[in-house]
């Protein structure tokens, strides 16, 4: 814990008064670096949280037990990092004029199966933190429930993935939008209105309210802890 908030004092304050500092004279080199060691150092660690937990004994351990977890833990992320660092350096995925059509579907295929891994491993970090919060619910939740859980952040994951192809096809990110006249699109859009009537049928049954007494939706994870252990707690309006 003390690395994780050491690393907005050590780290995040000086980089933010440097990037801020930065005049407009400053040359693109400059403002790219900046940028490049924020998100790096700070971004894609949450702030060194990826740090502690890689870098923690008891996982270091872990990962040097067997030679498949050696290669896993260590020589993937490397070999990960290094071709990702490769590809931009030396602009193997850069299109020109002359390209032809088979290296421009594989940039799209590769954008997006890229973009697949980015929002899997949201949705995944994102029903580990649901499961979490759920240990502090008095109330028993069914069996099932963690299944169709699941089933919701995949819904997710697909509705960001078709949102974002069609900026892929357009050759546009500010192209990207959600379409409705896309049938995947509509079948995705019911499964997840589906799981949400499931959740607040069964949060009505286990008396986890999505509503606070001031008559205000709220149905964030905290807030139904709030009610579930302090009854007469309000949430902020």
């Known amino acids: 814990m003390g690395l994780i908030f050491g690393s907005f004092f050590v ?17 693109p080199a400059s403002w790219l670096l900046l940028s490049q060691i924020y998100a ?24 040097r037990s067997t030679p498949r977890n050696t290669v896993v833990y260590f020589v993937g992320p490397i070999a990960i990092l290094s071709t990702w660092f490769l590809i931009g350096f030396l602009g193997l995925n850069t299109p020109t004029p002359s390209s032809s059509a088979a290296f421009l579907t594989y940039l799209f295929y590769f954008a997006l199966l890229t973009k697949l891994a980015d929002y899997l491993h949201v949705v995944r970090q994102s029903f580990g933190v649901l499961q979490l919060f759920k240990r502090y619910v008095p109330a028993p939740f069914p069996l099932w429930m963690r299944r169709f859980e699941n089933y919701f952040f995949i819904v997710l994951l697909a509705l960001q993935l078709l949102t974002y192809t069609e900026g892929l096809r357009a050759n546009n990110m500010n192209a990207a939008r959600f379409n409705l006249d896309n049938p995947l699109t509509q079948l995705d859009s019911a499964g997840y209105g589906g799981e949400q009537l499931i959740d607040r049928r069964l949060g009505r049954q286990r008396g986890i309210g999505f509503e606070d007494p001031g008559g205000h939706a709220d149905l964030s994870a905290p807030a139904r802890l709030r009610r579930t252990r302090f009854p007469g707690a309000r949430c902020a309006a």
């Open 11 to 27: 780290l995040c304050v000086p980089l933010a008064t440097l990037y801020l500092g930065t005049t407009t004279n400053a040359s």
């Open 40 to 63: 790096i150092a700070l971004g894609n660690t949450h702030f060194a949280i990826t740090f502690s937990i890689y870098l923690n004994s008891r996982n270091l351990q872990f990962f």
